[in-house]
């Protein structure tokens, strides 16, 4: 039920966010301790990154802006009918198609957790650790690959 047009507006960064796909991890690890423990964890590693300042606007006609310190990308969001997900196709320039991370997202008020496949989101992460110069990317790579049928990102709070 929820479509593009129920995420428009301007969301800040509120937190980490981790869920798992993998209904056999949760069995394992007990799902939402595990996803506590994890998004904890990251916490340092993504003000480090910079993704503490990550604001993402999504407009009306389904473009979207994401910001967060040194990277600014934008694109247009789609969801995809058959899984219910959300592909996020990013530009360069506003016109050159740099590629998509199909995201995960849970609306609950107005808080969204917005998550990507692990070794999609360390694309990100990569960008951010070489605009920055930072060095704590490898070590946040072997933390999030670390854990099978994870997927991380974002709590956003609308502004």
């Given amino acids: 039920t929820l479509t593009v047009d129920k995420l428009v507006g301007t969301w800040n960064y509120a937190g980490p966010a981790v869920s798992f796909q993998s209904d056999n ?4 690890a007990g799902g939402a301790a595990a996803a506590s423990q994890v998004e904890a964890k990251l916490e340092p590693y993504y003000k480090t990154a910079g993704f503490t300042s990550l604001v993402l606007t999504i407009n009306n006609d389904s473009t979207f802006n994401f910001k967060a310190r040194l990277i600014n990308m934008n694109g247009v969001i789609t969801k995809n009918t058959e899984t219910g997900n959300f592909i996020f196709q990013f530009k360069a320039l506003k016109s050159i ?10 609306m609950n008020g107005n808080k969204m957790e917005l998550t990507f496949d692990v070794s999609k989101l360390m694309v990100l992460v990569e960008k ?5 110069g930072n060095n704590t990317v490898k070590t946040l790579s072997t933390l999030l690959n670390k854990y ?6 974002f709590e956003l709070q609308r502004q």
Avoid at 148 to 153: E, L
């Fill in 148 to 153: 099978d049928g994870m997927t991380a990102g």
């Fill in 97 to 106: 198609n740099i590629g998509s991370m199909e995201s995960y997202v849970v």
């Fill in 128 to 132: 951010a650790g070489k605009i920055t």
């Fill in 25 to 28: 991890f949760l069995l394992k």
